[in-house]
């Protein structure tokens, strides 16, 4: 048992560990952006980027710890190897080996996004985790719990104390961490980047692609972020077993049956399957989806209604083009697989 003046020591040890850990500096994190990039949604002014931030939210982001039986992270679902989307599975895996109700999304770009999920349930970064942490069938944990298992884990206090000023964790600054090191993920670097930056030149079944693409896909999939971040109906016929109607979900309003959230098409190479049921395994279903599968209903997108023809040579030259899209440097990023 210990005397009063051991545990008065030990007092004084934690309350010095406290104000050092206070005084610790952080480093400032600047991201590198093209300047033809539209500004950041998300505001950085209310948690900057620091060295100390993005490694804290990386750390979380690979750690089962945050699942109820610590089996299941974040990178369970979104590997960071495939553009941190899920591609074993049409539909994502959870605790207990359940099986969610859609496809993992690719993440990269998050700061530009102004709501997130395939029918945009969450309308902030900073809240995404939440859903996963919280659902049965993906962490089917508790923010509360998870807070308790960080508090007692020696490196985690550490290294909250060198993100925040101290050793204390609040599931705020978890989501902020975690939100850090999503803001972290931008993918600029393919190259279509080059291209535009003008030191490569795209070949000529590339530049035919771009062309398509540009008459064809842009309306939807914007350049530079190839998103509009917004919601359509893209004409998938719903599933009969998920009987996913998407955002009306949320909105409860006619108008979003069968809407789901534009996804990037940047590193769509490495982000199969497709769709958020994950239907289709390749680009070319996809592109035979738009040719001739396209399902009629009152809120297909308008751009869809002719459906789009292309000829056997158009799409190899589209698929041509959006390869260029495929930021290798990005996927294969050391700093964004599991800490070792």
Not at 95 to 122: E, T, Y
Not at 180 to 207: H, I, N, P, W
Request: contains cysteine; hydrophobic residues 40%.
């Amino acid at each position: 048992m210990l005397n009063a003046r051991a545990r008065a020591f030990i007092g004084l040890a934690g309350c010095l560990f406290l104000l050092a850990a206070g005084t610790m500096p952080t480093h400032p994190v600047q991201l590198a952006l093209p300047q033809n990039w539209p500004p950041m949604v998300y505001d950085l002014s209310r948690n900057p980027l620091t060295e100390e931030g993005i490694a804290l939210g990386r750390k979380l982001f690979h750690d089962p710890i945050l699942s109820a039986d610590s089996s299941t992270s974040c990178s369970s679902c979104h590997s960071s190897y495939t553009a941190f989307a899920h591609v074993d599975h049409k539909l994502s895996h959870g605790i207990h080996d359940s099986i969610g109700p859609r496809n993992a999304p690719a993440l990269m770009n998050l700061g530009w996004n102004k709501s997130f999920m395939w029918d945009g349930a969450v309308n902030h970064l900073d809240m995404q985790p939440l859903a996963p942490i919280n659902h049965p069938a993906e962490m089917a944990e508790s923010t509360q719990h998870v807070v308790f298992k960080l508090e007692n884990s020696r490196t985690y206090r550490r290294m909250f104390a060198e993100a925040f000023g101290d050793s204390m964790i609040f599931s705020d600054r978890m989501l902020k961490a975690l939100a850090q090191f999503e803001l972290s993920l931008v993918s600029c670097g393919s190259r279509y980047d080059r291209m535009k930056a003008g030191v490569e030149l795209f070949t000529e079944q590339e530049q035919n692609g771009y062309l398509i693409f540009q008459a064809q896909c842009n309306a939807c999939h914007k350049e530079p972020l190839f998103t509009t971040g917004g919601f359509a109906n893209n004409g998938l016929p719903p599933d009969s077993l998920l009987r996913d109607g998407g955002r009306i979900r949320i909105t409860h309003d006619p108008k979003d049956s069968l809407m789901f959230k534009i996804p990037t098409l940047r590193n769509v190479e490495y982000s199969f399957p497709y769709m958020h049921d994950g239907r289709f395994k390749t680009l070319r279903e996809v592109l035979d989806h738009y040719d001739h599968g396209i399902a009629k209903s009152p809120t297909l997108a308008p751009e869809l209604r002719e459906g789009v023809p292309l000829s056997s040579d158009q799409r190899t030259d589209l698929v041509a083009f959006l390869l260029t899209l495929s930021d290798r440097e990005f996927v294969m990023d050391p700093a964004h697989a599991h800490p070792r």
